[in-house]
């Protein structure tokens, strides 16, 4: 079975509560249970992780790589806009990983249209909610059917 790992960055511990107009209602619990749900349909298992703290989500990328895990969802929230040191963990990790925003950057302001993490990944879903998590699975699905 594959194992998929999703990394969340600063603030997004605070869904449901940080600006329900963009991000809706639901928390991060219920998004992971989303995907939890989905993965195991599509065979997976995952794993959860969420830090504001840059460091430990770079560690992490690499304990992870290190135990063997098959691919990543990240979503680093502002973290994807500045952050060439996650870009490099998420390159030497070797590992699939498609980049994930729950609303659409490109709409949003002028700051947030570039991801510099997006350049290591297979893919960048965004604008999508929490289903953009279960096309980012589907889309690894995919990927490891073909691969």
């Known amino acids: ?35 939890r749900t989905e993965a195991r349909g599509l065979g997976f298992t995952t794993t959860f992780f969420q830090s504001a703290h840059e460091g430990a989500l770079v560690d992490r990328i690499h304990a992870l790589t290190d135990r063997g895990v098959d691919a990543f969802i990240v979503n680093f ?9 996650l870009r490099d963990a998420l390159a030497a990790s070797g590992k699939p990983a498609v980049e994930v925003h729950i609303s659409d950057i490109r709409r949003r302001e002028k700051f947030r249209h570039v991801s510099m993490t997006a350049g290591a990944c297979v893919a960048m879903i965004c604008g999508k909610g929490f289903p953009g998590y279960v096309e980012a699975l589907r889309l690894l699905k995919q990927r490891a059917v073909s691969a």
């Open 77 to 85: 929230g502002a973290y994807s806009h500045t952050s060439i040191a």
């Open 1 to 35: 079975m594959k194992r998929i790992a999703i990394l969340h960055g600063p603030n997004l511990d605070r869904l449901g509560k940080r600006q329900p107009e963009i991000y809706g209602h639901a928390t991060l619990k219920d998004l992971e249970q989303l995907i």
